[in-house]
């Protein structure tokens, strides 16, 4: 079964300070890679996605993520983090052409000080 | 657009109790899923569906049922809560079973 592991559980940063959030996957097959964010009481929305093609993909509010095959790898990063990006990030990927769900980390808690 | 909709947004049940949760969407998605979010774990697949009539286990369904009998609407179905099963439940829809899932705002269980 495929598994997802993100590496920071809790990260602690300072206004303009860089992100880099690292996920990785165990599949070995094709895969479609996502990250997601949660914001203090809301639910789940979709940061930027990774299908096929050019393998540095923007997202919403700045953010980017690169995949890398060799490593099975695809790390979020951004280059100058706000108070407003306090949240919950998940790594998740389901399996190209497969139906059944995404499979998700246990996500990291950023906390941006201001 | 609505999207996905869930209700309640909370309950308690006491042990042994049953209950549904409910879920719809009106983008007229086949996939529909159901996750669960406990602290610390990220979201476990509990079960989803592809399409009216189609349902599949996802990695934790033992406690659950579903059904689909529209596109619209796939509730969760808990027969006979217990604490194991407090935790925050997420109903997703997607218009390929590999593409972008789009949640609804949670429903907070919490078993005593």
């Known amino acids: 079964a495929q598994s997802v592991s993100q590496h920071n559980h809790h990260v602690i940063l300072s206004e303009a300070a860089s992100l880099e959030l690292g996920c990785n996957y165990s599949?070995?097959?094709?895969?479609?890679l996502f990250w997601y964010v949660q914001y203090p009481g809301q639910h789940l929305q979709l940061l930027l996605k990774?299908?096929?093609?050019?393998?540095l993909v923007k997202g919403i509010k700045g953010f980017e993520a690169e995949f890398i095959k060799s490593k099975f790898s695809f790390n979020l990063r951004k280059p100058s983090v706000q108070w407003s990006d306090t949240a919950e990030y998940f790594c998740?990927?389901?399996?190209?052409?497969?139906?059944?769900?995404?499979?998700f980390g246990k996500g990291t808690h950023l906390i941006i000080q201001p | 657009n609505a999207g996905v909709t869930q209700t309640p947004k909370f309950r308690i049940l006491k042990i042994g109790q049953s209950m549904t949760l409910q879920c719809a969407q009106d983008?007229?998605?086949?996939?529909m899923y159901w996750y669960r979010q406990d602290p610390g774990m990220g979201l476990k697949l509990i079960y989803y569906?592809?399409?009216?009539?189609?349902?599949d286990k996802g990695e934790v369904p033992n406690g659950y049922n579903v059904s689909r009998s529209t596109t619209e609407d796939f509730p969760l179905r808990l027969e006979l809560a217990a604490p194991s099963q407090t935790s925050v439940y997420f109903c997703?829809?997607?218009?390929?079973?590999?593409?972008?899932?789009?949640f609804g705002p949670g429903t907070r269980l919490t078993v005593t």
């Open positions: 997703a829809s997607s218009y390929s079973g590999f593409g972008e899932q789009y």
């Open positions: 599949y070995g097959g094709t895969v479609n």
């Open positions: 990774y299908f096929s093609g050019d393998p």
């Open positions: 998740a990927v389901t399996k190209g052409g497969g139906a059944d769900g995404l499979t």
């Open positions: 983008m007229n998605h086949n996939y």
């Open positions: 569906s592809v399409g009216a009539g189609i349902t």
